[in-house]
């Protein structure tokens, strides 16, 4: 019951962008859009969070359509040290855990 | 650093043993969560607890159980292990419950179990 569809690697130049899509056609209304990422086999780290607005914090940017079906998580200046596993998580407002997918692979090349 | 704290780092042991992970949550945060994730299965949803209250079941096995103490520590029972236990176990924390705030959870460093 995958909520979301994340290609499965990409590649970015360093100190470029890097805008990682995410397809969640089915999402509901009380539903949100989660981005968390893992470098190698450390514990995933939070990113950004929205659900209707487009949200910035000092990471990433978030940018969800105005249909909410799909997502755009941006690295503005992508660094060697951005390369890990990026994973978009469609969360209910009031669902009490995280369903992790298999996220997407992004390698940051010099 | 998340501020969330998972020992040991590492165990090592054999096959019908018995181990305890444990997990520090972060400071105020109420919401412990256990997810294991092994190379085949990738991140697996365990278990949720809220103040010392199981709130949510995933994919745990009767084998395993965990529990969340007064001081909002958990720990996570794993029995008569097997093979296929060898994975990453990683704890997590939030602050609330409903996630009425969108509260994201934040993860430990994980435990790395090897089954022998």
């Known amino acids: 019951d995958a909520k979301t569809t994340q290609p499965t690697s990409m590649d970015c130049a360093e100190g470029r962008a890097a805008n990682l899509p995410c397809n969640h056609s089915?999402?509901?209304?009380?539903?949100?859009v989660y981005w968390y990422r893992q470098i190698h086999s450390q514990g995933p780290q939070y990113i950004i969070h929205?659900?209707?607005n487009n949200e910035t914090n000092e990471m990433a940017s978030l940018i969800i359509t105005e249909d909410r079906k799909s997502s755009t998580l941006i690295l503005p200046h992508a660094t060697l040290r951005d390369t890990a596993v990026y994973y978009c998580?469609?969360?209910?407002?009031?669902?009490?855990?995280?369903?992790f997918g298999a996220g997407t692979r992004l390698t940051v090349k010099p | 650093d998340s501020g969330v704290t998972q020992t040991p780092k590492h165990l090592i042991t054999a096959t019908g043993q018995r181990v305890t992970l444990r997990c520090s949550p972060r400071?105020?945060?109420?919401?412990v969560y256990w997810y294991q994730q092994s190379l085949d299965q990738g991140l697996q949803f365990l278990i949720q607890?809220?103040?010392?209250?199981?709130?949510a079941k995933g994919n745990i096995l009767e084998r395993f159980s965990a529990q969340q103490f007064p001081d909002l520590h958990s720990e996570l029972n794993l029995s008569s292990l097997e093979l296929g236990d060898s994975a990453l176990y990683f704890c997590?924390?939030?602050?609330?419950?409903?996630?009425?705030?969108?509260?994201?959870?934040?993860f430990g460093n994980g435990t790395r179990l090897t089954v022998t």
């Open positions: 997590a924390s939030s602050h609330t419950d409903r996630q009425l705030y969108n509260s994201p959870l934040h």
């Open positions: 089915t999402i509901s209304g009380n539903e949100y």
């Open positions: 929205g659900l209707k």
């Open positions: 998580i469609v969360r209910p407002r009031n669902n009490n855990d995280m369903r």
């Open positions: 400071s105020g945060d109420l919401s």
């Open positions: 607890y809220y103040n010392g209250e199981e709130r």
